[in-house]
T-cell receptor, first 115, second 113 residues
Framework: AQSVAQPEDQVNVAEGNPLTVKCTYS??????LFWYVQYPNRGLQFLLK??????LVKGSYGFEAEFNKSQTSFHLKKPSALVSDSALYFC?????????????FGKGTRLSVIA | GAVVSQHPSWVICKSGTSVKIECRSL??????MFWYRQFPKQSLMLMAT?????????EQGVEKDKFLINHASLTLSTLTVTSAHPEDSSFYIC?????????FGSGTRLTVV
């Protein structure tokens, strides 16, 4: 069974500094990896995904993530954080290409960007 | 882009009553819809998978008689919380498969008093 670990409950970063939100995964087959952001009482907004190809994936709002197969990681990064990036971030995985398979989510990491 | 419209966005109901949450795919056909539940400051937990025209598949520990899921058309899936109790208070989110990814409803905050 697949699983996702987000080891940090909270990440604090100063505005303008780079940010990293960590994610590691476990699947039996090929991982399909996703990052979503959630604002209070809202649904999830898609940031980026890794299916295949380049290990560095660029997504929405200046975010990017690097797929590292040997470390089974998919950390989310942004070179310069904004206060408006403060939100709850979820890493999710699907085991393989089957489209009708649900995502399995990590517990989420709350990002706080301080002005 | 493709949107899943989820209603209501919030609802308060009395203990013992039933509440229906709707998710509509607005410009695409959603043959599969996933229903998640999210407790405060926690992750999304999959409750069930619904496929159009067939019975939903429930995750272990989810009461199928309490959380009724109907997916009667390719554009509408509903979750009915029957005989709601305060412990059912939560944030419920639907998700549809779309292309190589997923699109999510905006969520429903259910409070049972």
């Amino acid at each position: 069974a697949q699983s996702v670990a987000q080891p940090e409950d909270q990440v604090n970063v100063a505005e303008g500094n780079p940010l990293t939100v960590k994610c590691t995964y476990s699947v039996s087959g090929n991982p399909y990896l996703f990052w979503y952001v959630q604002y209070p009482n809202r649904g999830l907004q898609f940031l980026l995904k890794y299916i295949t190809g380049d290990n560095l994936v660029k997504g929405s709002y200046g975010f990017e993530a690097e797929f590292n197969k040997s470390q089974t990681s998919f950390h989310l990064k942004k070179p310069s954080a904004l206060v408006s990036d403060s939100a709850l971030y979820f890493c999710a995985v699907r085991d393989g290409p089957a489209g009708n398979t649900p995502l399995v989510f990590g517990k989420g990491t709350r990002l706080s960007v301080i002005a | 882009g493709a949107v899943v419209s989820q209603h209501p966005s919030w609802v308060i109901c009395k203990s013992g009553t039933s509440v229906k949450i709707e998710c509509r795919s607005l410009d695409f056909q959603a043959t599969t819809m996933f229903w998640y539940r999210q407790f405060p400051k926690q992750s999304l937990m999959l409750m069930a998978t619904s496929n159009e025209g067939s019975k939903a598949t429930y995750e272990q520990g989810v009461e199928k008689d309490k959380f009724l899921i109907n997916h009667a058309s390719l554009t509408l899936s509903t979750l009915t919380v029957t005989s709601a109790h305060p412990e059912d208070s939560s944030f419920y989110i639907c998700s549809a498969v779309l292309g190589g990814g997923y699109t999510f409803g905006s969520g429903t905050r259910l409070t049972v008093v």
